[in-house]
Protein backbone atom coordinates (compact mmCIF):
# COMPACT_ATOMS: atom_id res chain seq x y z
CA UNK A 1 0.00 0.00 0.00
CA UNK A 2 1.55 3.27 -1.31
CA UNK A 3 1.66 6.01 1.44
CA UNK A 4 0.53 9.36 0.95
CA UNK A 5 3.48 11.93 1.55
CA UNK A 6 3.96 14.67 4.80
CA UNK A 7 3.43 17.99 3.89
CA UNK A 8 7.08 18.39 4.45
CA UNK A 9 7.96 15.84 2.18
CA UNK A 10 5.87 17.20 -0.67
CA UNK A 11 7.02 20.29 -0.46
CA UNK A 12 10.94 19.18 -0.61
CA UNK A 13 9.31 17.14 -3.81
CA UNK A 14 7.58 19.58 -5.40
CA UNK A 15 10.78 21.85 -5.08
CA UNK A 16 12.68 18.69 -7.29
CA UNK A 17 10.12 19.51 -10.01
CA UNK A 18 9.48 22.16 -12.25
CA UNK A 19 6.50 23.96 -12.67
CA UNK A 20 4.09 21.75 -10.49
CA UNK A 21 1.85 23.47 -7.88
CA UNK A 22 -0.55 22.18 -4.85
CA UNK A 23 -3.77 22.34 -6.17
CA UNK A 24 -6.07 24.16 -3.96
CA UNK A 25 -8.39 22.26 -1.78
CA UNK A 26 -7.14 19.42 -3.19
CA UNK A 27 -4.02 16.54 -2.11
CA UNK A 28 -2.95 16.04 -5.71
CA UNK A 29 0.03 18.08 -7.91
CA UNK A 30 -0.51 19.90 -10.75
CA UNK A 31 1.40 21.55 -13.85
CA UNK A 32 0.17 22.64 -17.16
CA UNK A 33 2.68 22.12 -20.44
CA UNK A 34 2.19 24.59 -23.37
CA UNK A 35 3.91 22.82 -26.42
CA UNK A 36 4.81 24.28 -29.93
CA UNK A 37 1.84 22.41 -31.70
CA UNK A 38 -0.83 20.08 -31.14
CA UNK A 39 1.45 17.39 -32.75
CA UNK A 40 4.12 17.91 -30.17
CA UNK A 41 0.95 18.20 -27.37
CA UNK A 42 -0.32 15.09 -28.55
CA UNK A 43 3.17 13.07 -28.50
CA UNK A 44 3.89 13.96 -25.30
CA UNK A 45 0.58 12.76 -24.21
CA UNK A 46 1.60 9.51 -26.12
CA UNK A 47 5.12 8.76 -24.62
CA UNK A 48 3.90 9.86 -21.03
CA UNK A 49 0.82 7.36 -21.67
CA UNK A 50 3.60 4.64 -21.93
CA UNK A 51 5.26 5.34 -18.76
CA UNK A 52 2.14 6.04 -17.08
CA UNK A 53 1.12 2.26 -18.50
CA UNK A 54 4.63 0.59 -17.83
CA UNK A 55 4.18 2.07 -14.08
CA UNK A 56 0.37 1.36 -13.93
CA UNK A 57 0.00 5.23 -12.91
CA UNK A 58 -2.26 7.34 -14.45
CA UNK A 59 -2.52 10.92 -14.70
CA UNK A 60 -5.17 13.17 -14.91
CA UNK A 61 -5.15 15.37 -17.49
CA UNK A 62 -6.98 17.73 -20.56
CA UNK A 63 -5.73 18.78 -23.83
CA UNK A 64 -6.80 22.10 -25.54
CA UNK A 65 -4.52 21.98 -28.68
CA UNK A 66 -0.94 22.85 -27.88
CA UNK A 67 -2.02 22.99 -24.12
CA UNK A 68 -1.53 19.80 -22.03
CA UNK A 69 -3.14 20.07 -18.34
CA UNK A 70 -2.06 17.68 -15.93
CA UNK A 71 -3.29 16.73 -11.66
CA UNK A 72 -1.85 13.64 -10.30
CA UNK A 73 -3.08 11.89 -7.05
CA UNK A 74 -2.53 8.77 -6.12
CA UNK A 75 -6.42 7.67 -6.03
CA UNK A 76 -5.71 3.97 -3.84
CA UNK A 77 -3.98 6.43 -1.51
CA UNK A 78 -6.18 9.65 -1.09
CA UNK A 79 -3.37 11.87 -1.87
CA UNK A 80 -0.33 12.66 -3.42
CA UNK A 81 2.51 9.61 -3.00
CA UNK A 82 5.97 8.77 -4.27
CA UNK A 83 4.21 7.40 -7.60
CA UNK A 84 3.10 10.56 -8.66
CA UNK A 85 6.49 12.27 -8.19
CA UNK A 86 7.73 9.75 -9.92
CA UNK A 87 5.49 10.10 -13.04
CA UNK A 88 5.95 13.85 -12.28
CA UNK A 89 9.76 13.47 -13.26
CA UNK A 90 8.92 11.28 -16.12
CA UNK A 91 6.64 13.95 -17.66
CA UNK A 92 9.02 16.87 -17.17
CA UNK A 93 11.91 14.77 -18.62
CA UNK A 94 9.90 13.95 -21.52
CA UNK A 95 8.57 17.58 -22.05
CA UNK A 96 12.16 18.94 -22.01
C1 LIG B 1 -5.93 -1.65 -10.65
C2 LIG B 1 -4.85 -0.60 -10.91
O1 LIG B 1 -3.59 -1.13 -10.57
C3 LIG B 1 -5.09 0.62 -10.01
O2 LIG B 1 -6.41 1.08 -10.22
C4 LIG B 1 -4.10 1.74 -10.31
C5 LIG B 1 -4.20 2.26 -11.72
N1 LIG B 1 -3.68 3.60 -11.87
C6 LIG B 1 -3.70 4.48 -10.85
N2 LIG B 1 -3.41 5.78 -11.05
C7 LIG B 1 -3.50 6.69 -10.06
N3 LIG B 1 -3.22 8.00 -10.30
N4 LIG B 1 -3.86 6.31 -8.84
C8 LIG B 1 -4.15 5.04 -8.51
O3 LIG B 1 -4.48 4.75 -7.35
C9 LIG B 1 -4.06 4.05 -9.55
N5 LIG B 1 -4.31 2.76 -9.33
Redesign the pocket.
Known amino acids: MVERLSADERRAALAKLKGWADVPGRDAIARTFIFKDFNEAFGFMTRAALVAEKS???PEWRNVYKTVEVV??????GGVTARDIALAEAMDRIAG
Open positions: DHHLSTHDA
